[in-house]
């Protein structure tokens, strides 16, 4: 199984991160804005999906997904600019 850590732009500007099993689908949730989406994101609809990483693990995506809320916002940005270094 495939596992991904991305991060969503919202209407407010703001980042929100989070993992998957399936990246389409969960954005969906998250634009939707229904129960399976995230209360943060909620009142910051809509969403854009703006990197993403893959990872083959459950235990390599919840460390990465831990990794990434710790960045500041700016760090964050150059995650989103840099994004052609891909975590496997």
């Known amino acids: 199984m495939i596992y991904y850590m991305y ?3 919202c209407s407010d500007n703001s980042l929100y ?3 998957t099993t399936d990246i389409e689908r ?3 949730e998250h634009n939707e804005g229904g129960k399976k989406s995230a209360k943060y994101t ?3 609809l809509p969403v854009e999906l703006v990197y993403c990483e893959k ?3 459950v235990s390599g995506v919840l460390k990465r997904e831990i990794e990434v809320k710790k960045l ?3 760090k964050k940005e150059k995650l989103i600019l ?3 270094v891909t975590k496997t």
């Open 72 to 74: 500041s916002k700016n």
């Open 55 to 57: 990872y083959e693990t």
């Open 42 to 44: 909620r009142g910051r």
């Open 17 to 19: 991160c989070g993992q």
């Open 82 to 84: 840099n994004q052609s």
């Open 7 to 9: 991060l969503l732009r």
């Open 26 to 28: 969960r954005v969906k």
